[in-house]
């Protein structure tokens, strides 16, 4: 059992934001491209969100993981960390990757050359 | 939401539903033989300045194969490099220079794809627009053939609106 290096815990706060930020910005949805032109021209659509939003504004959710919140937490790794965040799900895929989402969706992370 | 939802009553973003057009147009829309661009087929699809689609040109069409050739998404900063494009989506934050961004492609067998009111006059090919909630496009074939690009005749059909029509001699 090692203590989480300092490192991995800067990099899992910087990415546990980016993840949140991802997953925002996705929800789950048929796969439009299954669909036929002339289907295509039936579906009703909302432009609720104004276009041309630079993603450094689309609001995020934010979660700061403090060194308290490490020490009490127990993680060994950090996937298990992020599991302390609201909303980010962590699922492991093996030992050496896991699947990390917010709300539906999952992504892959990866840090300097290996997964995670 | 269950997975066999298709066409109900739910609604998609517009701009969700645009990208997916993008998809279409490039399976519909044919490009002269000799713009096929050395062993890489990649078949670009393009955007100018801030991504209108947010993500979803990546999400929904990236990596697709259209015949033979896969779609690969760029969001360009700088206008010439639009020319290296199959086609081009320029949103309604550059509409003040659309006819400035046309000019450089200037009958370059690019497709341009746009959704402000004067696109079409422009010298853009194909524009986006929203009746009763629908996505609709009006197609410039003046515009489209001095480029050197066949709209197939799906899209033709599909058409509210096109500049052109029987012009060919």
């Known amino acids: ?116 | 939401m269950s997975s066999g939802t298709r066409t109900g009553a739910q609604t998609t973003e517009e701009y969700r539903v645009e990208a997916t057009f993008l998809f279409h147009f490039a399976q519909l829309v044919d490009w002269p033989p000799d713009t096929q661009k050395g062993a890489d087929n990649s078949l670009f699809l393009c955007t100018i300045g801030d991504d209108p689609f947010q993500g979803a040109l990546e999400e929904t069409v990236a990596s697709k194969v259209v015949g033979n050739r896969i779609i690969r998404v760029r969001h360009l900063e700088e206008p010439e490099d639009m020319q290296a494009c199959q086609i081009v989506f320029i949103g309604k934050a550059q509409s003040k220079r659309i006819p400035m961004l046309l000019t450089i492609l200037n009958n370059t067998p690019v497709l341009t794809v746009g959704e402000t009111p004067d696109f079409l006059d422009a010298g853009g090919m194909i524009r986006f627009l929203v009746e009763e909630n629908k996505v609709r496009f009006e197609i410039n074939l003046n515009a489209a053939e001095s480029a050197r690009l066949k709209i197939g005749s799906r899209l033709l059909i599909l058409a509210e609106h096109v500049v052109g029509e029987g012009h060919g001699k």
């Open chain 1, 1 to 116: 059992m090692k203590p989480v290096p300092t490192r991995t815990v800067v990099c899992a706060l910087v990415f546990s934001g980016f993840v949140l930020l991802a997953a925002r910005s996705q929800d789950v949805q048929t796969d439009l491209t299954t669909l036929r032109i002339e289907d295509l021209m039936n579906i009703d659509v909302t432009s609720a969100s104004k276009k041309e939003q630079k993603l450094s504004r689309i609001p995020a959710a934010i979660f700061v993981i403090t060194k308290e919140d490490i020490r009490r937490s127990g993680a060994t790794d950090t996937p298990d960390l992020l599991r302390v965040a609201p909303g980010l799900d962590v699922a492991q895929g093996g030992p050496q990757i896991s699947y990390i989402g917010g709300r539906l969706a999952w992504h892959y992370l990866r840090f300097s050359g290996s997964y995670w």
